[in-house]
T-cell receptor, first 109, second 116 residues
Framework: GEDVEQSLFLSVREGDSSVINCTYTDSSSTYLYWYKQEPGAGLQLLTYIFSNMDMKQDQRLTVLLNKKDKHLSLRIADTQTGDSAIYFCALRSGYALNFGKGTSLLVTP | EPEVTQTPSHQVTQMGQEVILRCVPISNHLYFYWYRQILGQKVEFLVSFYNNEISEKSEIFDDQFSVERPDGSNFTLKIRSTKLEDSAMYFC??????????????FGEGSRLTVL
């Protein structure tokens, strides 16, 4: 299956921007997703991007897709302490989603 | 807001025992999934289920695993004879449209399985 890689940890100060990166190997996926997992909770879809787009903005969230480099990123503007969570990059693969290991985002006051 | 619910939240079992994890998907959803996450590892796809049959399964989903929709509301994952390496958080998910369109999956909070 596809290989989806993410860095494991990111720490930012409240009010700064966070950028979470994801690289993947197979470029056939039509949709690419960012899911968020808060402590003790299930995964929640944050946003997604269609593979023919380069960028998608949704309030504080900006998704960038570089198909040539097979690189997906999630930028969170004005990061808040409530944004502390694990963020998963995921790609569609048949009937399934192929997830990365997740990036733990810690937002410090 | 409708949500996917899973029971139990945590189950401890002895190796070789059978375990059934239960899920109640969102009521108008037609596609159901099980994923698992071993501690420190990625979330892995196990199986998808639609129209009362398995639509896709991963290589993890071997003969020890089975899924069932015994009634109109529950969706279960059975592990026949648990192994130590089955210890993981098991997530149930459901979807209205499968992975067509945006393919949003709604996940439950997970059932943590500990095999001793």
């Amino acid at each position: 299956g596809e290989d989806v890689e993410q860095s494991l940890f990111l720490s930012v100060r409240e009010g700064d921007s966070s950028v979470i990166n994801c690289t993947y190997t197979d470029s056939s996926s039509t949709y690419l997703y960012w899911y968020k997992q808060e402590p003790g909770a299930g995964l929640q879809l944050l946003t997604y991007i269609f593979s023919n787009m380069d960028m998608k903005q949704d309030q504080r969230l900006t998704v960038l897709l570089n198909k040539k480099d097979k690189h997906l990123s999630l930028r969170i503007a004005d990061t808040q302490t409530g944004d502390s969570a694990i963020y998963f990059c995921a790609l569609r693969s048949g009937y399934a989603l192929n997830f990365g290991k997740g990036t733990s985002l810690l937002v410090t006051p | 807001e409708p949500e996917v619910t899973q029971t139990p939240s945590h189950q401890v079992t002895q190796m070789g025992q059978e375990v059934i994890l239960r899920c109640v998907p969102i009521s108008n959803h037609l596609y159901f999934y099980w994923y698992r996450q071993i501690l420190g590892q990625k979330v892995e796809f196990l199986v998808s289920f639609y129209n009362n049959e398995i639509s896709e399964k991963s290589e993890i989903f071997d003969d020890q695993f089975s899924v069932e929709r015994p009634d109109g509301s529950n969706f279960t994952l059975k592990i026949r004879s648990t192994k130590l390496e089955d210890s993981a958080m098991y997530f149930c998910a459901s979807s209205e449209f499968g992975l067509r369109n945006t393919g949003e999956l709604f996940f439950g909070e997970g059932s943590r399985l500990t095999v001793l």
